[in-house]
C-alpha cells in the first residue's frame, strides 16, 4: 500500500524503514511519509502480528474492584465534576482529580451521559466512569474472557463492527493507530454515537519535536504496532470528512517522549531490564533528569509541539 492510509493521497510520499524497538526485535518495516498531511503510514501489515503484542504491551487480565472505594472514588470524582456533595468535598482535600475528569470536562459531558470505550483492555477506565455516573461499556478483541464489574460495568470481547447501540461519548485512547483503516473505523464511530455525540480520540502526533529529534528512535513510532502515526493536520482532515467538527485539541505529552527515545538511540529497548520503564534505578537516567523532561514535555505541549494529543469531537448530525 503506497497511499496514505489517513487521507489517501499517494504523490510525493517519503519513504522510510523503521525497525520494532520495543523488545529489541530489530524486524524491519517499510512506511511511507504523506506528501499532503505529513502522516506516516506502514505500507503492508505483517501476517503474524501476534509475534509483536507480548503480554506485557497491554493489561487485558481483569483488575480486582473493590465496591466500596469505587463508591467513595465516585462520590470525590462527582465533586471535581461541580457536583455539590459533603462526601466529596473531604474525599477531595486529599485526593486529587484523575485524568479522566478534564476529559469529561473538555468534552462538556453531563453527568449521566453514556459512553463507549474502545480498546479498554482490562476496563480500568470505564468502571472509574461508571462510578462517577457515567454509564460505561468497554469493548476490546484481545481480551481473554469479557469481564463484568461489581458496579455492573463490562468490557465486551468484541469489535467496532461487532458493537450495537447507541452512545452519548464514544473514546479511543491510543488506539486509532492500531486500526489499519482509521477512516472505516469513524463511520462505525458514528454509527454508534447518538445525534450531537462526543469523541475522544488520543493518539502519537506526527511531525512534532519528539519524531524531528528523534526521527527513527521515537519511541511513538511503534513499528509495526501502529499502523497509522497521525500528524495533527492528518487527523483534523479525517475527522472533518468524517462529519465530525473539533471541539478541542490538547497537547497531554509527557517526559517519555524524551527518556523511551534517548534509550532507543542508546540500543535499549523499552522492555529490556535496564528500561527506564521497567526498572528506573537501574535506567541511565537520574531523577533529576526526568524531572527535567517532564518541564520539557510541559513546554513543548504549551506549544502544541509535544508528541501526543487528544482530540475532542462533536457528530455534527
Known sequence: MDSCRVCGNSQNNRHHVFQEKYLGLGDEFAYIECGACGSLSIVEIPENMDRYYPETYYSYAARAYNRFLGVLKGKRDLH???E????GH?????LPAPPY????KNLELPVG????DVGSGSGVLIVNLQDAGFPSTGIDPYIREPITFANGTKVLMQTLEETGGSFDCVMLHHCLEHMPAPREALVQVKRLLNPGGKVLIRVPVGGTHAWRTYGQNWFQLDAPRHFVVFTETGLRRLTAEAGFN???IVYDSAASQFWASEQYANGIPLADEKSYAANPDKSMFSATQIEEYAKQAAALNARNDGDQASFY?????
Do not use: C, D, N
Not at 90 to 94: C, E, K, P, R
Not at 113 to 116: A, E, F, M
Open 80 to 82: 471535581y465534576l461541580g
Open 84 to 87: 455539590p456533595g459533603i462526601v
Open 90 to 94: 473531604l474525599l477531595s482535600l486529599f
Open 101 to 104: 475528569i478534564e476529559w469529561l
Open 113 to 116: 451521559s453514556s459512553i463507549l
Open 246 to 248: 473539533t471541539m478541542k
Open 313 to 317: 469531537l462533536q457528530w455534527t448530525a
